[in-house]
């Protein structure tokens, strides 16, 4: 089994990366899918949240409101870091209980935008870095998450810097370019890795 990190910063196009990977042939483990499964109500990470942030986080329902709970988040790192000591340790145990059910000859990428800060590295054999002009992540994420560009930079600054990332990595994917340029790029990658 070969494990691969997938990261970036907000906005270089992480997920289409991974997309490409999966037609590929790679399974993917997603970080993110993962951790909006352990803050769903009823769970102790939901419960540990409410604890710590109010229940002004929540909507109507009782679950979390994830824009609300960003708002609240990403005024202060030390806010970043209370939430990542909430829920870092529950997503990083079924990340390595999904790798545990994988085959052994299978390729796994591991999907996760905090994946050096949660100091998932030591699991994975290989770190691929997706990376983007700060412009072109501030365009992305304000069309994708319709937020600000004040709140894009916020949640940046709330990450490892990009150019920290990219000196750990292995493989460093440029998604300036268009997705064909890109697919391209990890089709090169995807070839070393197979048949290293």
């Known amino acids: 089994m070969t494990i691969l990190g997938l990261t970036g910063s907000f906005g270089t196009g992480k997920t289409f990366v ?15 899918a993962i ?7 009823g769970t102790g990470v939901h419960k540990k949240m409410v604890i710590l ?3 002004g986080i929540l909507d109507k329902r ?4 994830r824009r609300k709970t960003a708002e609240i988040i990403f005024k202060n790192k030390a806010n970043v ?22 085959a052994s000859g299978d390729i796994v990428v591991i999907d996760a935008p905090l994946l050096i800060e949660a100091r998932l590295t030591g699991i ?18 304000k069309a994708k998450f319709r937020i600000s560009e004040k709140e894009v930079l ?25 997705k ?8 090169k990658a995807w070839r070393k890795i197979v048949w290293k």
Request: charged content about 30%; overall charge positive; aromatic content about 2%.
């Open 62 to 65: 009782g679950n979390i409101n």
């Open 154 to 178: 916020k949640r940046i600054g709330s990450q490892l810097p990009l150019t920290e990332k990219i000196k750990l990595a292995d493989f460093v994917i440029d998604n300036n370019g268009t």
């Open 18 to 32: 991974a997309s490409v990977f999966k037609k590929l042939g790679a399974k993917i483990i997603d970080a993110d």
């Open 180 to 187: 064909s340029e890109t697919t391209t790029k990890i089709k």
């Open 53 to 55: 942030f109010g229940g």
């Open 124 to 141: 994975t054999d290989k770190l691929i870095v997706v990376k983007a002009s700060r412009k072109k992540q501030i365009e992305r994420c």
């Open 81 to 102: 870091k209370k939430l990542n000591g909430i829920v870092h340790p529950a997503v990083i145990r079924i990340i390595k209980e999904k790798v545990g059910r994988c």
């Open 35 to 41: 951790a909006h499964a352990v803050i769903r109500k």
